[in-house]
Each structure stands twice: as structure tokens, then as C-alpha cells.
């Protein structure tokens, strides 16, 4: 299985950006499909989360300006950032699990300038 994320790049405070990943080399619906994201010198957090059943989670920070959403049919999930802050400056990573197994793309970076 690879998980292939795009979208990422520089924006202003205040824009918006749309995170894309695509995963591939699976025929079978993923649980939980999520975006986490590292900043430098931080630990990995989560972002969002979509359950295949179509429930989300979203981290506190991002609540109301992140919005998660999938296309099982195309085993994609996005990301849609809005309202972004230099805080959100960070490597943004793809997650797909399907019972005990867990998939990481491998990042794309988004960096909010003040």
C-alpha cells in the first residue's frame, strides 16, 4: 500500500489550502483514512480522522477551519484548510488503517506565513 499526499505549499495567514491523498495498492475500504501533522520540534499530532462509516474527529485547534473528507470509491482523503494560521505550519502526513495494519505517506509540508 502506498499513500501519496499532494497540495501542500506556502500561503498567507488567512488563506486556505487542500490537502490530497491518494492511496493505492489496496482493493479493500480502509477503517479510518487521517491527516496528522508534525511541526519542528514537536511531536506528531493528530488533525483530523474519517471512519469509513463516516464519522470525524477534529484536533481542538483546527475545529471550524479544517474540514476532513474521503472518497472510498477512490480510496482518497482530503483535507480542506481554511483560515490558516502560522501555527499550522507543519508536515502534514497521510493515514490509512485497515484492522492491524497502519500506513504513512510520506508527507507534504504547509507552511502559513504571518
Known amino acids: 500500500v502506498q499513500l501519496v499526499e499532494s497540495g501542500g505549499g506556502l500561503v498567507q495567514a488567512g488563506g486556505s489550502l487542500r490537502l490530497s491523498c491518494v492511496a493505492s495498492?489496496?482493493?479493500?475500504?480502509?477503517?479510518?483514512m487521517a491527516w496528522y501533522r508534525q511541526a519542528p520540534g514537536k511531536q506528531r499530532e493528530l488533525v483530523a480522522a474519517?471512519?469509513?462509516?463516516?464519522?470525524?474527529n477534529y484536533a481542538d485547534s483546527v475545529k471550524g477551519r479544517l474540514l476532513i473528507s474521503r472518497d472510498n470509491a477512490k480510496n482518497t482523503v482530503y483535507l480542506q484548510m481554511n483560515s490558516l494560521k502560522p501555527e499550522d505550519t507543519a508536515v502534514y502526513y497521510c493515514?490509512?488503517?485497515?484492522?492491524?495494519?497502519?500506513?504513512w505517506g510520506q508527507g507534504t509540508q504547509v507552511t502559513v506565513s504571518s
Open positions: 493515514n490509512a488503517a485497515i484492522g492491524p495494519y497502519n500506513y
Open positions: 495498492g489496496s482493493d479493500f475500504r480502509f477503517n479510518v
Open positions: 474519517s471512519t469509513s462509516g463516516g464519522r470525524t
